[in-house]
């Protein structure tokens, strides 16, 4: 076991790598930059992701920063370039709405809460930064899975989908089906699933130039889920997402290319 003082300056090591090189590392990456001998490599980078600094594309199996070092990120930037437009443009959906609206945060299978608008129409429940939900069965979720391959989703449920609700997708198929309707349409709308009583319609937006995919959403009671309501703020958040979009240069939104379609 290596003495802590020599973890830390190894973990302070690789993030520094990964901002030099500005993507994510491989062991190899590590042998080459850092001068470590490959087994000392492989095992601080999988000790980094058991920890939740690291996340590891099962594909390239290259090891990028996790959610952990974004919500750090968060708190000592106080938002991102783009957390801070969608928070922009999120805050006048809810002035135009009175619905809740929230942004979150992909993680594994679920999405992590980072703002919260509150509207002024009551919700029977109330969601606070840092909480989590089930990504399959609610807006955000399947708006921002939308951006993966479905190959990658299948993986992601490898084991299926625990239980949510009734109205929520019950196995990968439908769940795959969903996130196809909402890459045609270009936005998520959930009825009655992770929370009971409320409807919500989503967008997610991603910013190539840091990597990030965010999603928000305005919420509202099931009793306001009529079909021109959802109409409406289908159309009013897709709007607001295609101008982030085309603002940071997230391929979904770019002029000329619809690969949501």
Known sequence: MEPKMGS??????????????????????????????????????????????L???SV?????????????????????PLLSMMDKALSGL??????????????????VVLRVHPGIHPLRFVTFPGQRGPAWAGSTGRALLARETDESIA??????????????????AELLRRVAETRRTGFSVALDESLSGIGAVGCAVGDPSSGESLAFSLAFPLTMSAPSEIERLAAMTREQASQLGRTV?????????????
């Not at 390239?60 to 750090?72: I, R, S």
């Open 249 to 261: 240069g997230d391929p979904f939104w770019s002029p000329g290319s619809d690969p949501i379609a």
């Open 55 to 57: 996340e590891r594309d």
């Open 155 to 172: 993986r992601r449920f490898a084991a299926g989908l625990p239980p949510a609700s009734s109205a929520a997708p019950d196995t990968v």
């Open 94 to 111: 809810c002035e135009q709405t009175g619905h809740t609206g929230y942004i979150s945060v992909l993680d594994e299978q679920e999405v």
């Open 60 to 80: 390239t199996l290259a090891y990028g920063p996790a959610l952990m070092l974004l919500e750090l990120a968060h708190m000592v930037r106080a938002s991102t």
């Open 8 to 53: 830390l300056e190894n973990t302070s090591a690789i993030f520094q790598l990964l901002t030099r090189l500005r993507r994510a590392v491989t062991v190899s990456d590590v042998v080459q930059y850092l001068d470590m001998p490959k087994s000392s490599a492989s095992r601080v980078l999988k000790q980094m992701a058991e920890q939740r600094l």
